[in-house]
């Protein structure tokens, strides 16, 4: 009950910044109303429901933020995604089967056997479960170069961005999960939202998304989303 009044309170804050109202930039207006607010069904989304029942005792997101995901790398098509912080996996498998050349790796603590069962039939979704901050270390000095990363379930948030920012250019995106999930990180992802290392940000309230291309003025875009 907490949860539904917290949403419908953040949902009358956010009213104005629906559909794309007060976007100006091309490009921007384009992901609001054509990505985040896109309705028609896709081909993945029907066996990705009923996946989802596989790993729902596992923490998740909402399914429309999953599809969402799924739209969003449709979008920017990237070629490799380092998620760290597997979660219940399913929102490896959305992403996945939205661009099924991008190569996946994906990083949890442990490794839990329902995830690994869904991932598993993926040949481009690799299952690293060695300790997350370590495994990040050796993938950056294997050249291991992202542009799409997934901040998922993972307390290690600050170390996991800290780690992978150098890596940034104009093409990559960060994808921040539950940046309101606590004070501390709700603190954080505002601060992330203002430094100077990150470009255009949106923020929709379940994921938050970072863009790093320089050549845009640094704007901040609040989504409803809810």
């Not at 993945?44 to 739209?71: Q, S, T």
């Not at 993938?139 to 992202?146: H, N, Q, Y």
Request: proline fraction near 4%; charged fraction near 25%; glycine fraction near 6%.
């Amino acid at each position: 009950m907490t949860n539904i009044l917290l949403r419908s309170w953040n949902w009358c804050r956010r009213f104005r910044h629906r559909c794309g109202y007060g976007v100006h930039s091309p490009s921007d207006f384009f992901l609001v109303t054509s990505v985040v607010y896109e309705q028609w069904p896709f081909y993945a989304y029907g066996p990705l429901h009923h996946l989802r029942r596989v790993v729902a005792f596992l923490p998740h997101y909402r399914e429309k933020v999953d599809r969402f995901l799924f739209r969003l790398v449709n979008h920017l098509q990237p070629s490799l995604l380092i998620e760290v912080g597997t979660g219940s996996g399913i929102s490896t498998r959305y992403m996945s089967e939205a661009c099924t050349s991008m190569q996946v790796y994906t990083l949890a603590d442990k490794r839990e056997d329902a995830v690994e069962r869904i991932l598993s039939s993926k040949e481009n979704i690799t299952y690293l479960t060695e300790g997350t901050i370590d495994t990040l270390e050796r993938l950056k000095k294997e050249g291991i170069r992202p542009d799409l990363v997934h901040i998922g379930n993972t307390p290690y948030y600050r170390e996991a961005v800290e780690a992978l920012l150098p890596l940034a250019d104009t093409g990559t995106c960060f994808i921040i999960g539950t940046p309101y999930a606590d004070a501390s990180k709700k603190s954080w992802w505002k601060e992330l939202v203002a430094d100077e290392r990150t470009g255009v940000t949106f923020d929709l309230y379940d994921v938050g998304l970072v863009f790093f291309d320089k050549r845009r003025a640094k704007e901040h875009r609040i989504i409803n989303f809810l």
